[in-house]
């Protein structure tokens, strides 16, 4: 059985807490390692910027926030403007570590159309205040 695995390579923690939220609620394992970590695992192969070949039958999910090139979007690639918004909400929360009011003000929307949108996307802004507890 197929076992679902998002490899991150990185030093920063708040990317690595927003990937293993987004991954988590994937149903994704999310595994992290240092640049020299994944180093040592790749027996010494180096980090590359771009993108490199999946394996076959590899699926390849879209962190929030992140823009798609347009050789990457196939049928069905476009994102709807709830879509859009989620991410834009999500990216606003996590930005502010959990602060609605704070995260409303930048999206220039009211605080109560911020918690209303909270609740339609099924957004968990304890998951961001977390990330500052830590």
């Not at 027996?43 to 090139?69: K, R």
């Not at 999206?107 to 961001?128: C, F, H, M, W």
Request: glycine content about 8%; proline content about 4%; some cysteine.
């Amino acid at each position: 059985m197929a076992r679902d695995v998002f490899y991150l390579v990185s030093d920063n923690y708040q990317l690595i807490e927003r990937m293993k939220s987004f991954c988590h609620a994937q149903g994704v394992t999310c595994e992290v390692y240092a640049p020299q970590e994944w180093e040592k695992k790749m027996n010494g192969q180096s980090l590359s910027t771009g993108q490199a070949p999946v394996q076959q039958g590899a699926t390849v999910i879209p962190f929030p926030g992140t823009q798609t090139s347009h050789s990457n979007v196939g049928v069905g690639g476009v994102k709807t403007i709830n879509e859009l918004e989620s991410v834009a909400i999500e990216n606003a929360i996590f930005e502010f570590n959990g602060n609605l009011t704070e995260a409303a003000k930048a999206l220039g929307i009211g605080r109560a159309t911020l918690y209303r949108k909270v609740k339609q996307y099924n957004i968990d802004p304890s998951e961001a205040r977390k990330k500052r507890a830590a």
